[in-house]
Each structure stands twice: as C-alpha cells, then as structure tokens.
C-alpha cells in the first residue's frame, strides 16, 4: 500500500490501458510532451511513442469528431478535453454522433472523453464548470465521475474497455486527494454507486468533487450526535437507483449535492426519482445543495457559491427538523 | 500508371475532360485504365441512379417516404468518385449520396427505409465501406480524417473520401478537419460537390474566395473540376486517391456541379432561382454529354442505350415493390436495441415499459 493521488492514478490507469490494448489512443491539446496541463499524461509519450499519445490542433470539435472515425476503424480513442469550459465546440459531435453512432449504424463507439471539471481550483473564467447534466442528459453516452484515487483507476480502465462511448469527468479540486492503496486497484463496474459512509438519519447523495465535501460534513455531524450516510454515485449514467433507494428507505431523508447550478442539474433527477419510487417512506423533501443560479463566479467569491459542509449540514439539520 | 490527374487539363479555370458538346478535352483512355467494359459502366451506373432517384422521388409524392433529396444533375459525381476508388476504400457520405451508395452495392429499397421513417440507418457500414448519412452539415468530415488517420497508423492503405456541399465549407467541422488532415497526412479526399445552392442560398453568400483554394491554407492541393463530367470526377479522384496511398496525404476536389432539383421534396426552388439558370445547366447534363461521347467513340449503339435504360426501369420497379413491402420493425426493437452495447438494468426496465404499454390496451 501506498499514499497515491487520484492525478497518478488516472495516469496510472491511462498506462495500463495503453498497456493492455495497442489499439488504446490518446490524444488532445498539450498531452504529448507536456503531459497535460495538470500533468495526468505525464510520460505517456515517452513510453509509448507519438503514434499513440499525441497532441493535435487545438480544436474540440475536431479533437471528438476524429475520435469518431479512429474508432470506426477499430481503435479505442482516449480523447482529453483540457477543462470543462473548453468542451461546447465538441458538444454537436459528442451529442449528434459520438451518443447516437451506434444507434444509427449499430457500430459501437469504444471512445472515453475525459474532462477535468469543476470549481475549487482559484481559476479564471470556464476552468471550473461542471456540464456533467448536457451529458447526462443524451441517451447513448455513459456518464461517470470518480470521487478517489481507487475509484478513478477503476473507472478509467471501465470506462476506456467498455464498447460504448464514456465521459469521464475528473474532479480536477481533488486531483491530489491521497488514498492509501495498492495500483493496479480493482475494477469499478460502471453503473454501481457506492456507500462512502454508513450512516443512519440523512442520506447524502454527492458524486465527483462534492463527495469529499459529504464526508467533511458527515465528520461534523458526528460530533453532534448525527449520522449521514454518503453515497457516492460514481456514475450518472446509467445511474445506479438501487443503491440509492435502498439508502433512502433506511434514512427516509436525503440531500443531494452538487458544484453544477441546482436548476435543472443532476440533483433533480435524484429528487424525482427518490421522490416517486420512495415516497412513502420520506419523512421529509428530498433537498438539493448545489451551486447557485449564475454563471460560475470570478475566483474570489467561488467558497460562496460552491456547496460546503455547512451549506450540507444546514440542509440536515432542516430535514431532521421537517414536520 | 500515369498519374491520372495529367488528362485533367492545366490551363483550364475549371477542368474537364469532356467538353459540353461530348467532345473531348484530352485523351482518358490510357490514363484512367479503364476498359471499354467500364467506361460503359459508368455511363449504366449513372443511368440507374437517375431512374432510381425518380422513382424515389415518385415515391415521396406517392406517401410512400417521408422526405426525398434528390441528386438530379450529380451523378457524374456520385459515379465517377466512387468507382476510382478501391471498394475497401471507406466513403463519408452527407445525405444526398443515395447514388454513391448504390454504386457501393446497397440495396436502394433499405436505403430508403431511412426516409420512410423506419431506421436511422441500414446498412452495416463495415460491410459496405461506407458510413452512415451525416445529416448535420459538415459534421461527417473530421469522422472520415479520424478514420484516415488510423488507416495510416495501422499501415493498412486504405483511402477514405469524403464528400459534402459548398455549404459544408462555411463550417467550422470542415475547416478543423481539414486542418487535422493536413497536419496529419492522412489519405483523405476532400470531394466538395459544389451544386452552387445549399437549400436557398447562393455560393457568393456562403464563401467569398474559390472552394479548391481552401486547401493551400492547410498545406495539401486542391483542384476545381468540371463536376459534371463523370471522366474528370473518375481522373480527379483516381489521381488523389493514388497520392493517398503513397503517403502524400490528402487532396480536396471541388467538383462544380449543379443541383437541378429541389433541395429536398419540401422545398420550392422556385423561390430563389430562376428557370432561365436550370435550363443552362441542364445543358452540361452529365449523362446526355457522356453518352454523346460513347457513341461517338464506338462504346455504345442505341441497342445498348435502350437496354441499359431497361435494367434501370427494371432496378427502379424492384427497389419500389421490395421497399413497400418492407415490414415496419417491431418498436421496441426499432427504438431501444442499438443504443447500447450492453444495456443496463434501468434501461431495459424502461424498454420493458415501453413495450408492455404496447401490448396493454389502454
């Protein structure tokens, strides 16, 4: 066992996959030499020579839509979008053709788009966004986001051996979140949350960057005399119901949280879903904790945006207090 | 083999082969390498898909398909750009390529199941070497550079052509496209069907500058031809496609055509072109100019004129009764079975819904 952070486990899992399979691909802006701008593909290069770790033309679009026909031909495309503000010009190639390939030609898509996102970081503008509900929101695509070192090997190596196309969404706040274990860890199945903490009076449902900010709040709440319980979803889609009615209908409360802004983000289709397949059991309304209604705000006022553990333990202490 | 584009002739603004009268601009015979069997078969290859385009047309104002974009005044560009390739060469269509496809060997009846509605797309593209209609414009380019640049990576020769409208050059996927296939090297073919019109609008409102000379700017060469000369397509075409698989990477051909119908069967040209400009067009007729030539070169008598005529007639007949006899698929299957690989849980439980509320009255 050792201390690794979730950034050498992507690049980890990234050289085992080109390991593993010589038809794996990465490209994108700055991946070659450079290793990225946060370093993820760090002697990818080196290693595996330019045919397969290389940079291209800085253009998201094309960057998607090439990852479409190398696919076609047989390869699997690791394509690297530099930050989440960057991947609008790639949104018509992601959502009219990478979702809906298969669906039209019955040929699959073996592509994982990885994308660092969120906020956190003291960033200037569209470097801290989370678009994960676009995407979440197209049948065809698989949509998942890792909470830790482990899960981001795991997924990684899920995401780029599965036959459908996979946006992985990186938490780039909690790149150098440590965790002691061994690499390679174990496989992460996509489509499976997971129980972060056990708990027993609120069920807090958080994925991505948000999931560390649950365990914070439930440390606190515990020296209260309250347990949270925090799952962390792992993948949005498909998205594993289950495990979170399961939680639900234990606790019979539940908070959702997330850094995207809270209307018409992922959390609402967690709240629906909570509310309608358990609602006999709740004992109070499924609350939401995300980001405000505003286009994410300059460096100096993102604490006050972004959801705390305070923010998380209000909407607790309103749902323990509800009726 | 002589490269093929040197019957293609320098000085000319746009390039042909044949003149407009039939007559000829140089001679193709030994450098295209095609027997006197396949220059009769581009001219049977253009035939059919006209008659089929008709009757695909007839079909739409007959109920019997949603929605039809003819190729009428193009099948010198459908015909002689695929028939220079080698049939593992991959083609990127947009959605007016219904010809090429047929000169690919796709059943013309389940091709057009995609405008009865029924799929949204039928064929397997592995199969064909031919990939689905792209219907957002100019997004199916950088699919065809990705694909050439893993024929590349891969050694394995194959050239891919994609083609696409004038209109498709304003966009920014065909610009970042060709960018990639230069930086890249990769054995594209850019082949433009300029038709002049993309929907309403006019060519001097989609660019200001001249389509072939886009691709200096991106470091390969482009050339204008005579899009409705089937032997300038076939010498273009051959001639880039040569250049491809000798790893000299990509060309773009700007194939000057016209689309004499209507965009698709809900629009009304009539609205923004006059008949005085069809009626000149309809003078440079791919087919009429090609079958002069035939003729006068001794390939082709009335005998084989009329019997190619039939077996068009008679191609036309079967793609109308197999394509009205095609069953409706089942919804469920129809909807759900090609979104996934591997469904999961939820998403079956949605199908099993979805088909339940089928059989349910009620």
Redesign the interface.
Known sequence: MSSVTMAKAINTSLRDALRKNPKT?IFGEDVGPLGGVFRITDGLQKEFGE?RVFD??L?E??I????????????R?VPEIQFDGFIY?AF??IV??VA?????????LPITIRVPFGGNIGAVEHHSESPEAYFAHT??LKVVTPATPGDAYGLLQSAIE???PVVFFEPKSRYYLKEEIDLPSAAVPI?KAKISREGSQVSVIAYGPTVETALQAARSAEQEGISLEVIDLRSLS??D?ETVLASVRKTHRAVVVHEAPVFGGFGAEIAARISHDAFDVLEAPVARVAGLNIPYPPARFEKLYLPDADRILQAVDAALAYG | MADSAQVVREQDPVRSVLRADGSLAGDPRRALGLTPEGFVDLYRKMVSIRRADQEALNLQRQGELGLWGQFLGQEAAHVGATMALEPTDWI?PSYREFGMAMCRGIDPATMLTVFRGLT??AW???KFHF??L?I?VA?Q???????????R??GSGEV?LVTFGDGATSA??WH??M??AG?FKAPVIFLCQNNYWAISVPLPRQTAGRIADRAAGYGFPGIRIDGNDVLAVFAATRAAAERARRGDGPYLIEAQTYRMGAHTSSDDPTRYRTAAELEAWSSKDPIARYERWLRAEGLLDQAGVDGIGKEAESTAEKMRTRLREAPAPDPGKAMFD?????P????QQEREEFESSLESPG
């Open positions: 691909l045919d291209t033309p253009a679009s094309a998607i839509g090439i990852s479409v026909g190398l696919a076609l031909k047989g390869f495309p010009p018509d190639q009219s053709h809906k390939y298969r669906n039209r030609s019955g040929v699959p049948a065809g599965d036959d459908d489509g498909p998205l119901t | 990127f949204h797309g397997d593209p592995r990939a689905p792209a957002p997004t380019v950088p699919h065809a550079v990705g694909f050439a640049m893993g024929s990576l891969e891919v920014g996927d970042e496209a960018n990639f930086v090609r979104v996934y690989s591997r999961s849980p939820g998403f």
